[in-house]
């Protein structure tokens, strides 16, 4: 994720491109909170996580930053990669498919019928990941309303 650029977003298709070393590139989903939080983030430069005090101008070094956080948020022990462990296992509250989750964390399918008989396209993971990012900011108890709601919701235009 240190990598991405603002040419990775797509906000006409809800999608983010990120390089791995499983596929070299894959496309997951830009859910509305996440879509919230990189458009507060200033463009400075063609990174997302730009960083002027970088030698580089991107910031290098993630942990340094989520030690910061958890500090400030008095958790202890809570690795980068504890965060995927955690979000693989919260994902069974809200009964999404194992092959959803796999596709979204950029694991290589396992079964003989995610190799060869699903395909799940852009839109299918986004109903699914949205549902989670909806789900955990709910049991964070962290308001948002994401933009469409509010913008494409039904309101009343004539009342009698």
């Known amino acids: 994720m240190l990598g991405l650029r603002w040419s990775d977003l797509n906000e006409q ?5 990120i390089r ?3 596929e070299g590139e894959r496309v997951t989903p830009l ?15 063609e990174w997302v996580f730009s960083s002027p005090a970088a ?7 993630p942990r340094n930053h989520h030690v910061d956080a958890c500090a400030v948020a008095g958790l202890e022990g809570l690795t980068l990669h504890g965060l995927r462990r955690s979000f693989a296992s ?3 509250w809200l009964e999404i498919p194992a092959g959803v989750v796999a596709q979204i964390q950029g694991h290589k399918p396992s079964a003989t019928a995610e190799k060869h008989y699903k395909r799940r ?4 993971l ?4 949205e549902r989670i990012e909806a789900w955990v900011l709910e049991q964070a108890q962290v308001p948002f309303v994401p933009a469409a709601a509010v913008a494409g919701g039904l309101r009343v235009v004539a009342a009698r």
């Open 13 to 17: 298709w809800k999608g983010i491109t």
């Open 20 to 22: 791995d070393k499983v």
């Open 31 to 45: 859910t509305p909170y996440v879509h919230s939080l990189l458009s507060a983030l200033p463009r400075r430069s």
């Open 55 to 61: 030698a580089a101008g991107v910031l290098t070094i």
């Open 90 to 92: 919260l994902t069974e």
């Open 121 to 124: 396209p852009l839109d299918l």
């Open 126 to 129: 986004r109903l699914h990941h």
